[in-house]
């Protein structure tokens, strides 16, 4: 697989670094696998768009799913990740996840992270949605996340890894072979590397996390913008599942016209014994799942919606009065902070709630190693998709995979040093100064997009509502593809032109793949199409982007995934 020649209009780089590896991105997988390359003697580069602890991984609230108590075992973390799946999860995959899981936790808490314990000293385990035990781990009551980003974030400044922050990853860099070297990035105060730059290597790593910002209300923070898979893409990558959008069923409902990150309400309130009720008080949830309100996250989503719909109501109600004062500011010391400074006290009256875009399921399509289609390019974390979350991710397994996954990556990597000379090699990027450039959107389609994508492929999508957000999102593209063939115009380089561009490149990849999966599975969800089709439909959407920018979408068969990697080491040949 070679690159499609495209890239971002974008200056040449002014000042560049070498090193074996660079990870873009500090989540939790980003992090992880520095850790762990810079273990195992490799020079190591982290590349982030903002500081190290500003990424997705610093707003989970309900812990890391791992077979850890007693009775547990992987086989039955992976029945309910599977069945979560929607027939679509790749098994091996998920058993990779759930057998190396505990140890990769484990390893976690010796890095640093602190974990809440019960009386006897062991980790207090909780359930939720999806889970038929007690396996989710967490921290500071609901900030789980937080805490590993603080353990791993230190355990990298105390390591002296090389970090770059406030910077936005543009575009792969390749040699004569058509093999990684590198990436070119734009930096925001970083005096002597401000600007446009490069970091040649020989490896690289997209841990560069989700792409909430395609719709107007997520819980993903404001750097989500989907850079990792549109770089993957205009690399030559291939692209899988990216109409599974995870829409988290309970998010602080903040009015109809709120845009941007909205206030999660962690799915351990429900695994604690929160109930979903209507205006009147009426437990919807009940009967329409074994589990309730603990039903697989679409499943609940779609619940919440079909209540509102029914009731003619703008959100449904999250009910923990019952819970009382303490339990509150000590379980979920967060949410309740976020709730009070919304007006709302969880302790005497019911949270608003209504679902918004959450997690993807999909993303760059990897092995079980990290590889993606690209020589030397690997991904992991949400801007991967590596088999194990199929339709619908089972809740507090992303957390894990990341850990798990990059661990792997780490490990592919430095095997292939000692196989190939990776540490001799000095990446020699070809310089292509005929590239085609992307088109950059004007900062303020940002917005035109997410009204786009939040109407027409959100919870509920039909034939229509696709087709017609399909449209819209072509004639923004066309626009500014005509612009820039007919006369080199394009919009002003810079973080808000690209994130833009990128935001409009996964949505129309999302687009596509929704419109073309005529069932609803999982999170996707087809009002038109109520049922889900295993007959025609149990395959995988697979998206490229041909070098002439418009989009290759095929099917492939379960038993097909995860892809055949093209830099496999010789012995493997």
């Not at 810079?38 to 500081?51: C, F, N, Q, Y």
């Not at 609901?142 to 990298?156: F, K, Q």
């Not at 709120?258 to 929160?274: D, F, I, K, N």
Request: proline share 5%.
């Amino acid at each position: 697989m070679t690159s499609t020649g495209i890239r971002l209009h974008a200056p040449e780089p002014g000042w560049a670094l070498t090193a074996d590896v660079v990870v873009v991105g500090s989540g939790v997988a980003g992090l992880t696998a520095a850790l762990r390359c810079e273990a195992a003697g490799l020079t190591t580069v982290v590349v982030t768009k903002a500081r190290l602890d500003d990424g997705s991984t610093r707003w989970a609230q309900g812990g890391i799913a791992a077979a850890l108590g007693e009775g547990d075992t992987p086989g039955q973390h992976l029945d309910d990740t599977l069945v979560a799946g929607a027939g679509l999860c790749d098994e091996e995959a998920v058993r990779i996840l759930v057998t190396e899981g505990p140890d990769a936790v484990r390893r976690l808490m010796s890095t640093g992270a602190h974990f809440d314990t019960d009386d006897a000293g062991g980790i207090q385990l909780t359930r939720e949605g999806g889970h038929h035990r007690r396996r989710i781990a967490h921290a500071g009551g609901d900030a789980t996340g937080a805490e590993i980003s603080r353990a791993l974030v230190e355990a990298v400044r105390a390591r002296g890894l090389r970090t770059v922050e406030n910077a936005l990853v543009l575009d792969l860099l390749t040699d004569a072979e058509g093999r990684t070297a590198g990436v070119t990035l734009h930096v925001m105060g970083e005096g002597q590397h401000d600007g446009v730059g490069a970091v040649h290597a020989p490896a690289v790593v997209l841990a560069t996390g989700g792409m909430g910002q395609v719709f107007s209300a997520t819980t993903n923070p404001s750097v989500s913008t989907g850079d990792g898979v549109a770089l993957a893409l205009r690399a030559g990558a291939e692209v899988s599942d990216l109409e599974f959008v995870q829409f988290h069923p309970t998010v602080l409902f903040l009015g109809a016209d709120a845009e941007g990150q909205q206030p999660l309400v962690s799915e351990a309130v429900r695994g604690e014994g929160a109930h979903l009720v209507d205006a009147d008080g009426v437990r919807f949830m009940v009967g329409r799942h074994e589990l309730a309100e603990l039903a697989p996250r679409d499943i609940v989503a779609k619940g919440i919606m079909r209540r509102m719909h029914e009731k003619g109501a703008e959100h449904m109600f999250l009910d923990a009065r019952h819970f009382g004062a303490e339990m509150w500011e000590h379980r979920f010391p967060t949410i309740l902070a976020a709730c009070r400074a919304h007006g709302i006290d969880p302790v005497t009256e019911p949270v608003p709630v209504a679902p918004a875009a959450h997690y993807a399921s999909g993303g760059v399509r990897t092995d079980s190693r990290g590889r993606t289609t690209v020589p030397g390019l690997y991904a992991c974390g949400e801007v991967a998709c590596t088999g194990v979350h199929g339709a619908n991710r089972l809740a507090s397994n992303s957390l894990l995979e990341g850990l798990v996954y990059a661990e792997r990556i780490a490990a592919d990597i430095a095997a292939a040093r000692t196989a190939e000379g990776l540490h001799a090699r000095v990446p020699q990027p070809v310089p292509h100064p005929d590239r085609p450039a992307h088109p950059l959107l004007a900062p303020e389609t940002r917005f035109a997009i997410q009204r786009i994508m939040t109407e027409g492929a959100g919870v509920l999508r039909s034939a229509g509502s696709l087709a017609e957000a399909a449209e819209r999102l072509q004639r923004l593209h066309t626009d500014a593809r005509d612009a820039l063939d007919e006369n080199g115009k394009t919009a002003e380089p810079g973080v808000d032109t690209w994130e833009a561009t990128n935001l409009l490149c996964v949505a129309r990849v999302l687009v596509s793949a929704a419109r073309l999966r005529e069932e609803t599975r999982g999170c996707h969800w087809r009002e038109d199409r109520p049922d889900r089709d295993d007959a025609d439909w149990r395959r995988h959407i697979v998206v490229r982007l041909d070098p002439d920018r418009s989009l290759a979408v095929h099917t492939t068969d379960t038993a097909d995934f995860p892809p055949t990697s093209h830099h496999q080491r010789p012995q493997e040949q």
